[in-house]
């Protein structure tokens, strides 16, 4: 009694919050919106997808 029901709060950065929502987003039925990830995030899921598998090699080697 008198504690709160979440003892911490964490505190996202813009991009965590983001990665949070798309993950989220393709668990849910309805899926992503790169439209309404743009806008809420200012981020482009493309541009930082397409970077993440070009690090990884993924681009390169043609693996999807």
Known sequence: AGQPAWP???R??????FRETVIMGLRMLAG???ADLRQ???LDLVKLASECLEKDG???RGVS
Not at 12 to 17: K, N
């Open 32 to 34: 992503v919106s790169i």
């Open 40 to 42: 809420r995030f200012g």
């Open 12 to 17: 996202l950065t813009i991009e965590a919050a």
């Open 58 to 60: 993924r681009h390169e």
């Open 8 to 10: 911490e709060v964490e």
